[in-house]
């Protein structure tokens, strides 16, 4: 039988429960499968202070789109619902996780406020977290045509465009945010999000239950004592940054939620996505809640500690 492939999601709870061996007491064989979260399609690989950030039309979606190698996997939870609906795996209906995000840019920078930012190109990573995110929370404050958003690549991509100024703005979550938060990058508008689950067509659902089981172990050790993990940010990040960054100043980061993802949030997102056009003809999923959502009558139980 073959093991039940985890794909981390630059994150800290894997890793606490494999460090506690929380996914060995649920019996789970089990191995980790490179990160899409942690990987790089743009900036980060031209490597040159001389070159501006290079726009990149692909992102969580098309990955999706394209089959991961994980039993379960994750991406923000539009794109998941996106990828769900067009039959690329199914979303787990009982928990998601919230990541703070933000808009920032350099101390230097002349934009301080939210309005600031009307006509001012912000880096993200196409149909990604930081694409649905950053519209999101901008269609609050400016008009649709001022809206400009530079599709940029991943989180790396976005993280060494900033520090090397290739970029007036970005919109980052997880260890880049707290990266560039340390070196001075200022918050301009918040565009925390939520993220979702993606189950590969062959995932067992027992084995589901049995990872959920204990990263929700997992999430009540970091609550308990998140700066005994932070470490683990480490492995989210390329070793040039290790000398920059002081890991025990970062925030715990992405905090999973035990609670249904509810048909009625799955149609919002997914009119709300529609609305905007954000996918072309042919690309936005038809399937329902009941056949995008795998929803078990015997959700997962609440392990005492």
């Not at 064989?29 to 690989?45: I, P, W």
């Not at 400016?142 to 809206?147: G, N, Q, R, S, V």
Request: charged share 25%; glycine share 8%; aromatic share 12%.
């Amino acid at each position: 039988m073959s093991k039940f492939r985890i794909e981390p999601h630059g994150r800290l709870q894997e890793w606490v429960a494999d460090e506690k061996g929380y996914f060995k007491d649920e019996g789970l064989d089990y191995e980790f499968v490179s990160s899409y979260a942690a990987g790089s399609s743009g900036y980060a690989l031209v490597q040159s202070s001389e070159t501006a950030a290079p726009e990149v039309k692909r992102g969580a979606f098309e990955n999706m789109e394209r089959g991961r190698a994980a039993n379960v996997s994750c991406a923000c939870h539009w794109a998941v619902n996106m990828a769900s609906s067009a039959g690329h795996g199914r979303m787990w209906g009982h928990a998601y996780s919230v990541t703070p995000s933000a808009i920032v840019v350099a101390p230097e920078s002349s934009i301080r406020k939210p309005g600031d930012l009307a006509n001012v190109e912000v880096g993200v990573g196409f149909h990604s977290g930081s694409h649905f995110s950053a519209l999101q929370a901008l269609e609050k404050i400016l008009k649709p045509d001022e809206i400009k958003l530079r599709f940029i690549g991943q989180p790396r991509d976005r993280l060494a465009a900033l520090l090397d100024r290739r970029v007036e703005a970005a919109n980052v979550f997880g260890a880049p945010l707290y990266v560039v938060e340390q070196h001075g990058f200022r918050k301009v508008l918040d565009t925390t999000f939520m993220i979702g689950f993606l189950l590969h067509s062959d995932a067992n659902v027992e084995d589901v239950k049995r990872y959920f089981r204990a990263m929700q172990r997992a999430q009540r050790d970091i609550d308990l004592e998140p700066e005994r993990y932070k470490h683990y940010f480490l492995k989210e990040l390329p070793e040039k940054y290790y000398a920059i960054i002081d890991v025990s100043g970062f925030g715990p980061g992405e905090r999973l939620v035990f609670e249904p993802y509810t048909p009625e949030m799955f149609e919002q997102t997914h009119r709300w996505m529609e609305e905007w056009r954000l996918f072309p003809e042919g690309k936005n999923g038809t399937a329902d809640y009941a056949r995008a959502v795998s929803v078990d009558s015997d959700a997962p139980a609440t392990r005492r500690p």
